[in-house]
């Protein structure tokens, strides 16, 4: 299947600091990405959608100004949790698909955030 | 939203046996995968299955969209099948989004 690369995968940062996650398709082209969030024992939360040199759409209550999602290119889309707070501490995780939305979905490895 | 529900939540299996996994949704879907969730939380693809029935060693898998459930069957569990399985599904409604089902944790024993 296709790879796609996330990192880094942990990342321990202090309160009112800012955090780049990258995640990068390797082999394919993505035209939209989506971000996940996913807390201790919990299913993923779908975060919002990016699409290549578009804004990205989020989902209702997640914060639009505290999360920065860029997806400048096919193969790059970067999350950007500014000015992060102990709440902030979670697993993000980036999937990707190709130019169909009906096809398979794949997974970076995660990054675990952890804001002390 | 679409409502995506998994059952059972909890299952504890002795090495060697056999369990059902099943995943219904609320709404009409275009794509559904199940995954595997390792310790390390790595996502494993296992099935894309939006219909029809699929196998791949030990693992298949058999999607009824028309009744809005899919089932994934695990054979002869070894203990590496540990970790938390979830379907996911991939709609089109105001916008296209891949929304994750509650999940199952399954633990396979000695």
């Known amino acids: 299947g296709a790879v796609v690369s996330q990192h880094p995968s942990r990342v321990i940062c202090k309160s009112g600091t800012s955090v780049k996650i990258e995640c990068r398709s390797l082999?394919?082209?993505?035209?939209?990405m989506f971000w996940y969030r996913q807390f201790p024992k919990q299913s993923l939360m779908l975060m919002a959608t990016?699409?290549?040199?578009?804004?990205?759409?989020?989902e209702q209550g997640v914060e639009k100004d505290k999360f920065l999602i860029n997806h400048a290119s096919l193969t790059l889309s970067t999350l950007t949790v500014t000015s992060a707070h102990p709440e902030d501490s979670s697993f993000y995780i980036c999937?990707?698909?190709?130019?169909?939305?009906?096809?398979?979905?794949?997974f970076g490895q995660g990054t675990r955030l952890t804001v002390v | 939203g679409i409502q995506v529900e998994q059952s059972p939540p909890d299952l504890i299996l002795q090495e060697g046996a056999n369990s059902t996994l099943r995943c219904n949704f609320s709404?009409?879907?275009?794509?559904l995968q199940w995954f595997h969730q390792n310790p390390w939380g790595q996502l494993i693809n296992l099935f894309y299955i939006p219909s029809g029935t699929k196998q791949n060693g030990r693992l298949s898998a058999t999607t009824v969209a028309t009744e809005r459930y899919s089932l994934l069957y695990i054979s002869s569990s070894q203990t590496t099948d540990s970790g938390v399985y979830f379907c996911?599904?991939?709609?089109?409604?105001?916008?296209?989004?891949?929304?994750f089902g509650t999940g199952t944790r399954l633990q396979v024993t000695l």
């Open positions: 990016s699409n290549e040199g578009s804004k990205a759409t989020y």
């Open positions: 082999d394919f082209q993505a035209t939209t």
């Open positions: 709404d009409s879907v275009n794509n």
């Open positions: 999937s990707a698909v190709t130019g169909s939305l009906n096809t398979e979905a794949f």
């Open positions: 996911a599904v991939l709609y089109t409604g105001t916008a296209s989004k891949l929304t």
